[in-house]
Every structure is written in C-alpha cells, then in structure tokens.
C-alpha cells in the first residue's frame, strides 16, 4: 500500500457490525476510477454514481458508513450554495407594497413587455424588476 494519496479526491469507509469486516472505497481525482479495498473488491470506471451504487450494494449487505472524507476534492459541495446565494442583488423588499405577503427573487422574469431579475410577491404576484 502507498501513503501517496495525491490521486485521491475522495474516499468512503464502511464497516459490517456482525463480524467488523471493512470496506474502503475510493474516488481518484480523475473523476471516475473507482477503487474497492475489501467487500467483493471489485473496482469500476463509473465514478460517482458507481461509488454511490457499491455503497448502497454494502448497505444492503449489512455494512454501515462509518466515514467518508474528501482527499484532494477539488470542490467542496458548499461552495454552490454560496454562489447560489450570491446571485441574488441587495435593495429586496421586505414585504409586497401591495398584500404583505414575502417577496422573492426571480431572476430572468418574462412578461409581454420586458425581461429581467424581478422581485415577485409569493401572494398576489405583485412584480417589480430590480433596478441597478
Ligand atoms: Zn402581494
């Protein structure tokens, strides 16, 4: 075994309570090699989705996730989230003028006259294109 892990990007252990057998499973950094250390050890190309497949495989055989933990992930998840919230501009109303009701940001709004981020009312659809 190799202490060299630099072509890891993620890797998931799972244990089997009845006996303590251990799983790893890992994902290279090439996004789809898939290595299987212990259960049927069988290694796949399918990334992921064949990663998410052996586990639920696993868990179906009695193994438990015990952890899994990024190596050399070139993104963490959190980050889309982030960049979601980060689309929507400042000056949102805190309320519609019109009924009260919470206001939400939507962008690329249509109607028949123009297009653009708008801030909708989630009530009585009240709108009102963000102004820069
Ligand atoms: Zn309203």
Redesign the pocket.
């Given at each position: 075994m190799s202490t060299d892990d630099s072509h890891v990007q993620h890797t998931w252990n799972l244990t089997r309570a009845a006996d303590g057998d251990e799983i790893h499973i890992e994902l290279w950094t090439d996004g789809y090699s898939v290595r299987v250390d212990g259960g049927d050890g069988e290694d796949s190309e399918g990334g992921k989705t064949a990663v998410d497949e052996l586990i639920a495989k696993y868990e179906a055989a009695g193994y438990r996730q015990t952890r899994d933990y990024p190596v050399n992930d070139p993104q963490p998840a959190i980050d889309a989230d982030a960049a979601e919230e980060s689309t929507e501009p400042d000056g949102k109303p805190d309320a519609?003028p019109?009924?009260g009701?919470p206001v939400e940001f939507e962008p690329r709004y249509v109607t028949d006259v123009r297009e653009g981020d708008a801030w909708l009312?989630t009530?009585?659809r009240?709108g009102r294109f963000v102004t820069a």
């Open positions: 519609c019109e009924c009701s009312c009530g009585c009240w």
